[in-house]
């Protein structure tokens, strides 16, 4: 049996012209620019939300995780191995068409969306804060102690803040792999910034839309990739 490529390819569609109009065409864009623009402040607004609610449960989780209970510390973990070990697809379906067999029915998609992304993103954001407050001096909580300061006032005024600090950087990171996470929310029917794309693709029968999508992202994403690389940068010049 001879051997068949697994992609065809048709010379005669490829040329620059059919390029320019396949890819390049943004009067596609610009005619549904309202549209394409509502589903960006829909991606912006899911994705500063759950980053939002993930730091603050995030940091719960951290807290319980390094916590001298049990009880607390290994339902922690389990959480964060489960929303770190599964792919965030799973859960976002799960969480929107799986959750109404136990009697629990979303009936926003924005809301499912941003239960999922806020789940899963606290997981990691727990690791984060555990790492932060893990790499303040063990000296710090002995001061505190010996001042008077219980445990959790201690961690309170002393260790969080200045693990907070060190943290901002990759809590920038993890906005930024937040905000292209966005993008699977598009498989529950939530219109943000793919969907409208991929809607506006089969509509129109052209890939600018894609293009522009593309674009989009890169215009929010790359400035805070800078910034966080920026800021690690001036936090190891201090510790150093």
Do not use: W
């Not at 939300?49 to 807290?63: C, M, P, R, S, T």
């Not at 992304?117 to 790492?131: G, H």
């Amino acid at each position: 049996m001879p051997f068949e490529s697994p992609v065809e390819f048709d010379p005669s569609f490829f040329s620059l012209e059919n390029i320019r109009e396949s890819y390049l065409d943004f009067g596609v864009v610009f005619d549904n620019f309202d549209s394409l623009l509502q589903a960006l402040l829909v991606t912006i607004l899911l994705a500063l939300l759950a980053e939002l609610l993930g730091i603050v449960l995030g940091l719960v989780l951290a807290l319980m995780k390094i916590g001298r209970s049990k009880i607390l510390s290994a339902p922690a973990q389990v959480y964060i191995d489960v929303f770190r070990g599964t792919p965030l697809l799973i859960q976002i379906i799960f969480i929107y068409f799986a959750t109404p067999n136990i009697g629990i029915r979303i009936e926003s998609l924005f809301f499912a969306g941003l239960i999922a992304l806020t789940l899963n993103s606290a997981a990691y954001v727990a690791e984060i804060f555990r790492s932060g407050i893990q790499s303040i001096d063990r000296g710090q909580m002995e001061a505190g102690r010996a001042s008077g300061l219980t445990y959790a006032q201690t961690m309170r005024h002393i260790i969080v803040p200045q693990a907070f600090r060190r943290v901002i950087p990759p809590l920038t990171n993890e906005f930024v792999m937040l905000i292209k996470d966005t993008s699977i929310v598009s498989v529950i029917g939530l219109e943000e910034l793919l969907r409208s794309a991929r809607v506006l693709q089969s509509a129109t029968a052209n890939s600018t839309p894609l293009v522009a999508a593309a674009l989009f992202y890169l215009a929010i994403c790359l400035p805070l990739i800078y910034l966080a690389n920026g800021l690690e940068r001036r936090l190891n010049r201090r510790t150093a």
